[in-house]
């Protein structure tokens, strides 16, 4: 993306209190853009924000776009929807667990589209950030709640992109592997195994959007191999799901 093209726009990054949130928020910054920067944790906000120029915004993710366009001067240009959470667990994973993932990974980006879509269309422009994961096109062993959500989450960015592209609403799925982040060390051994080898830094995340965002891409890919794992998915479903089972056992030998 353009220096030029970010330089003054309006941008918001929830979760953006570390990892790939404070990176993308970095980024963005570092482009010349006004960025809110929004986060539970009051403090951890505050903090990137002092750091980049930024305007702090504590809150719920999916609440805050009113709050943020009266404090980015009337309008969002950028939303990135960051805010996640990794919930572990099986089909037993309690009731509580399941609708936390669904509420943070789902609805806080239905929450958010539904607040900005009316002013994008209006003007025929607007560009909505997903921050998925890879688990959201593949999956993810040891975290039934965290790869069921964002499957969803994914599902929805593309439902957004096919139906409104044409009214000039830019939509980008972001489905990064591993990321050195507080997230990946809560992942434990599931995340020591299938994760860790291959991880890269929050900045590598945002550098792969940037990159997507100048070529006009749907799909950002910051581990390319995501790709042909994607592929293999699709064209070999039992073969997938096999290869997939004999990591689940790996795993289970490991415990």
Not at 136 to 158: D, N, Q, R, W
Not at 233 to 249: E, F, G
Request: proline letters at 3%.
């Amino acid at each position: 993306m353009e220096a030029k093209a970010v330089r003054d726009a309006a941008v918001v990054v929830t979760g953006a209190g570390g990892g790939i949130g404070a990176a993308l928020a970095r980024r963005f910054a570092a482009e010349g853009a006004r960025v809110v920067v929004n986060d539970l944790d009051a403090g951890k906000a505050k903090t990137v924000a002092a750091e980049i120029g930024g305007i702090a915004l504590a809150g719920d993710a999916g609440t805050i776009v009113t709050e943020a366009r009266d404090a980015l001067g009337g309008t969002v240009d950028v939303y990135c929807a960051n805010a996640g959470v990794a919930s572990g667990g099986s089909e037993a994973a309690g009731e509580s667990v399941w609708a936390q993932a669904w509420d943070v990974n789902v609805m806080a980006h239905v929450r958010a589209a539904e607040a900005l879509l009316p002013a994008w269309l209006e003007r025929g422009s607007g560009r909505f950030v997903s921050t998925v994961s890879a688990a959201g096109l593949l999956t993810m062993i040891g975290a039934a709640p965290y790869s069921v959500t964002k499957h969803g989450a994914y599902a929805f960015a593309e439902w957004l992109s096919l139906t409104y592209r044409h009214r000039g609403i830019k939509v980008h799925a972001i489905c990064p592997q591993g990321v050195r982040t507080d997230m990946l060390a809560a992942t434990g051994s599931a995340g020591d195994l299938v994760l860790q080898p291959t991880a890269i830094e929050p900045e590598d995340v945002a550098e792969a959007l940037f990159q997507g965002i100048a070529q006009d891409r749907f799909l950002i890919l910051p581990h390319p191999e995501v790709a042909e794992y994607h592929r293999a998915r699709a064209a070999d479903p039992d073969r997938w799901l096999a290869t997939m089972n004999h990591i689940q056992q790996k795993w289970e030998r490991t415990r």
